[in-house]
C-alpha cells in the first residue's frame, strides 16, 4: 500500500517532516507530566499483554473503559460540588496517561486554549472562534495520523480528541444561547436549543472536570455541558431545597444493561471478525483486504457481497461495545438520566445512551438508521451544524466527513450517501403512499429493512478500507451496482405519478 510520502509532493514531504519534527522537540518538556500513572501498573499490563497474547494498546484501552465503573462508584459516593468536578478532570486526566502517554498534553493544552477564548472573547464571537480551533486542531491530527501511520489502527490521541471536538464546539454554541435567551433575542436556534444552554462560563476545575470527564473520555458520548453539570451538582435529582424532584430511580439495571450488552457485544465481534475478517488479520495495513485479495475475486458476487456483509456486520460490534460500555460507566453516577418532568415523573437515561443496536439493524431507511447510530454524534451535528446553517446537508455531512479524518473511503462513502437519501426521499413520496400501511413488520416494511440493509452495507464498505485504490477495486468488482441501481431507481420510480392524499 502506497503511504501518503509516495503520493504527495517532494517538497510538500518535507515541510511535513520538518514541522512533525518540530511539534516533537517539544515532547522532552511534556513527559515529565506523565505523574498520574505509577510505574508498576505498566508494567503490570506489560507483562498481562504478554501472558494474553494481546497487544499492550488494546489491552490498555479496555483495562481503561472497564476501570469507569469503580470510579464511577467513587464519584457517587463523592459530595456533590467542587469534589465531583475535580474528581472527574484528574481521573480522566489518569485514563488518558494510562492509554496514550505523553500524548494525552493535547487535551490538557487545547482544552486550556479553548478556554482562554471563553475568556477573552464575548460569546458571539467564541461560538466562531471555538469550533474553527477545535477542528483546526483536530485536523491537525488527523493529517499527522494518515501521514506518519497511514492506514494504521494503532490508539493515539485523535480518538479522545474527536470527542473533545464535539464537547468545545457545543460548548460554543451552548454559552452563546444563554447569552441570546438571556437577552431577550429571538433567534430560532437558540430557542430550538434552549433546554441544553449554558448562561454563564463554568469555572476552571468545572469546565476541566466536563473535558475530561472520565467516563466518557475514551470513547464518547459526547453529551452537553448542561447534563454533566447536573450530575455534579446534584440538579438532575433536587431542588434548590436538597429535596428529590421525583422518586430517584434506581441506577442498577441502567448501568448492568448496558454493560452486560457491551460484554455480548465484546464476545461477538472477537468470535464473528476472527472468522470474517474484512482486513487482512496478519497485516491490516499494508496487506490487500481479504475481501478483495485473489481468492475473494475469484468467488461469484452473490457470495463475495454475503461475505463482506457479515464482516462488517461483525465490525460494528466493536462499535456497540465501546458506546454501550460507557453508558453504563455514565449511568452509574446518574450522568446519564435524563432528570424529571413537570410532574416528578422521571424521563429516562437517554443522556449516554449513543446506539440502538436493534433499531439500527432493523432500520426500514437510511433516516431510522442515522438516528439509532452514534446518537450523540448526530445531536451535535443536527443541533450546532444543521439547524445552524439553516439545513445545509453540504455543510452537515462535509462537517461529518472532516470530523472523521480526511481518508479517501470516508468521502467515497459520504458522498454516495445522498443518493440513498434522494431515493429514499422520491420511494417515501410516490411508493409508500401506494404500498405502506405505517407497520414496520409488513411485507412491504420488510422490504424496506433489506433493501436498506443491502444498500448500506455496499456504500459503506469504503469507509473501513479508507485507501482509494482498495475502496474503488471493491466496487469494480460489483460493477458500481450499487450506484447503478439507485440511480435507475430514481429515473424510473421519478416518472411514477404521485399518489393523492387521503382526505380526512
Not at 481 to 490: E, P, T
Request: hydrophobic content about 45%; aromatic content about 18%.
Amino acid at each position: 500500500m502506497v503511504g501518503m510520502e509516495r503520493v504527495l509532493p517532494e517538497f510538500l514531504c518535507k515541510g511535513i517532516e520538518q514541522a512533525i519534527e518540530y511539534a516533537y522537540s517539544f515532547e522532552p518538556y511534556f513527559t515529565p507530566t506523565l505523574v498520574l500513572v505509577p510505574r508498576f501498573v505498566k508494567e503490570a499490563v506489560a507483562n498481562l499483554s504478554e501472558s494474553t497474547g494481546q497487544d499492550v494498546e488494546t489491552l490498555e484501552y479496555l483495562l481503561g473503559m472497564f476501570i469507569c465503573y469503580p470510579l464511577g462508584l467513587i464519584m457517587l459516593a463523592l459530595p456533590y460540588g467542587k469534589v465531583k468536578y475535580l474528581f472527574s478532570f484528574i481521573l480522566g486526566a489518569f485514563l488518558l496517561q494510562f492509554t496514550i502517554g505523553v500524548q494525552w498534553i493535547h487535551h490538557l493544552i487545547s482544552s486550556l486554549i479553548a478556554y482562554g477564548i471563553f475568556l477573552v472573547f464575548p460569546a458571539k464571537t467564541a461560538k466562531t472562534l471555538v469550533p474553527i480551533f477545535a477542528m483546526v486542531y483536530i485536523t491537525g491530527g488527523h493529517l499527522h495520523r494518515q501521514y506518519i501511520n497511514y492506514l494504521g489502527w494503532d490508539m493515539d490521541f485523535t480518538g479522545p480528541q474527536m470527542v473533545l471536538t464535539m464537547k468545545l464546539y457545543s460548548l460554543a454554541y451552548n454559552l452563546y444561547d444563554g447569552e441570546v435567551l438571556k437577552q431577550g433575542k429571538e433567534e430560532r436556534a437558540s430557542k430550538k436549543c434552549a433546554d441544553v444552554a449554558v448562561s454563564s462560563l463554568p469555572g476552571i476545575v468545572e469546565y476541566l472536570g466536563y473535558t475530561f470527564c472520565f467516563a466518557s473520555i475514551l470513547a464518547g458520548p459526547a453529551f452537553e455541558y448542561k447534563y454533566y453539570a447536573d450530575a455534579c451538582d446534584g440538579s438532575a435529582l433536587y431542588d434548590k431545597n436538597g429535596k428529590p424532584k421525583g422518586k430517584i430511580p434506581s441506577q442498577v439495571w441502567p448501568t448492568l444493561r448496558p454493560l452486560l450488552g457491551s460484554l455480548l457485544c465484546l464476545g461477538i465481534f472477537v468470535v464473528g471478525s476472527g472468522m470474517y475478517p474484512l482486513l487482512n488479520p496478519s497485516d491490516p495495513q499494508n496487506a490487500v483486504p481479504v475481501i478483495i485479495n485473489e481468492e475473494a475475486l475469484a468467488k461469484p458476487m452473490y457470495a463475495r457481497y454475503a461475505y463482506s456483509w457479515l464482516a462488517l456486520f461483525f465490525i460494528r460490534f466493536k462499535y456497540y461495545f465501546a458506546w454501550m460500555n460507557a453508558e453504563g460507566a455514565n449511568n452509574i453516577w446518574y450522568a446519564g438520566f435524563e432528570g424529571f418532568d413537570d410532574k416528578g415523573e422521571a424521563k429516562g437515561w437517554e443522556v449516554s445512551n449513543n446506539i440502538d443496536v436493534i433499531q439500527f439493524e432493523t432500520a426500514p431507511n437510511l433516516k431510522t438508521l442515522s438516528a439509532a447510530w452514534n446518537k450523540k454524534t448526530a445531536n451535535w451535528l443536527a443541533r450546532y451544524v444543521y439547524i445552524r446553517t439553516g439545513g445545509s446537508l453540504f455543510a452537515t455531512y462535509g462537517m461529518s466527513a472532516f470530523w472523521h479524518g480526511f481518508y479517501p473511503g470516508y468521502y467515497l462513502f459520504f458522498l454516495s450517501v445522498p443518493l440513498i437519501s434522494f431515493c429514499e426521499r422520491l420511494g417515501r413520496k410516490k411508493l409508500t403512499p401506494r404500498f405502506g400501511n405505517g407497520k414496520k413488520w409488513s411485507p412491504y416494511g420488510i422490504l424496506c429493512i433489506i433493501t436498506t440493509s443491502l444498500f448500506v452495507q455496499y456504500m459503506i464498505q469504503p469507509f473501513q478500507l479508507l485507501a482509494y485504490d482498495w475502496a474503488v477495486l471493491n466496487w469494480k468488482n460489483y460493477y458500481f451496482i450499487g450506484h447503478i441501481l439507485a440511480v435507475m431507481f430514481y429515473v424510473v420510480v421519478s416518472q411514477l405519478p404521485t399518489p393523492k392524499k387521503k382526505e380526512a
